[in-house]
């Protein structure tokens, strides 16, 4: 069974643009969650959803935001980019979000210059 | 409250030994704590978890221990490789799916 899969590996944007990372869901999971994974900060959850759905979010400005498709693909969008959101952005993908466990991509490396 | 703290920072173990990660919670509705480990530029894999109506819990050479009463968990490795050298995190949640909030992270390293 393929893994969740996270696109593309590596970004480098300039502040003050925007962009949009994607993530496809191991087969049959219709929960997706979105972390940031810093050195400072460390791992910091964003936003989960489930069937199109957001159902939980975390702490972090309206910049970053994220939706849901029919078939469980989630893309994350980031506007106005700082430099602080230098980060991998790592997806995370469990059965129905409620007792199954998480299994995370190998995240998209995003660069702020 | 809903911090979690992992300690120590980093731990240089030898080849063969044990290796000991600890961390605390505050929540008492937190009812699941896994343990990720990763390597670098992958991401976290899922190693192994507990729920709080277990007080061990052991897969091959990795076991975690719970402590209801104290809100204290940890991650014994036994035999510890050179394999086993990446940085590892405990984590909880309310539900194994939901927001995991994750502690800083270990280093380890086992020297061969």
């Known amino acids: 069974k393929a893994g969740v899969t996270q696109t593309p590996r590596y970004l480098i944007k300039t502040r003050g643009q925007q962009v949009t990372l994607s993530c496809s869901p191991i087969?049959?999971?219709?929960?997706v969650s979105w972390y940031q994974q810093t050195p400072g900060q460390g791992l910091q959850f964003l936003f989960e959803?489930?069937?199109?759905?957001?159902?939980n979010k975390g702490n972090f400005p309206g910049r970053f935001s994220g939706r849901q498709f029919s078939n469980s693909r989630s893309e994350m969008n980031v506007s106005t980019l700082e430099l602080g959101d230098s980060a991998l952005y790592l997806c995370?993908?469990?059965?129905?979000?409620?007792?199954?466990?998480?299994?995370f991509g190998d995240g998209t490396r995003l660069s702020i210059l | 409250q809903q911090q979690v703290k992992q300690s120590p920072q980093s731990l240089i173990v030898q080849k063969g030994g044990i290796s000991i990660i600890n961390c605390a919670y505050e929540?008492?509705?937190?009812?699941?704590f896994p343990w990720y480990q990763q390597f670098p530029g992958k991401g976290p894999a899922l190693l192994i978890a507990?729920?709080?109506?277990?007080s061990e819990k052991k897969e091959g050479r990795f076991t975690i221990s719970f402590n209801k009463s104290a809100k204290q968990f940890s991650l014994h490795i036994m035999d510890s490789q050179p394999g086993d050298s990446a940085t590892y995190f405990c984590?909880?949640?309310?539900?194994?799916?939901?927001?995991?909030?994750f502690g800083k992270g270990t280093t380890l390293s086992v020297s061969s």
């Open positions: 995370a993908s469990s059965f129905d979000g409620g007792n199954q466990p998480q299994h």
């Open positions: 087969s049959g999971h219709r929960s």
């Open positions: 959803y489930f069937s199109e759905t957001q159902r």
């Open positions: 929540n008492t509705a937190f009812d699941y």
């Open positions: 507990i729920r709080p109506d277990v």
């Open positions: 984590a909880a949640s309310i539900g194994a799916g939901t927001a995991l909030i």
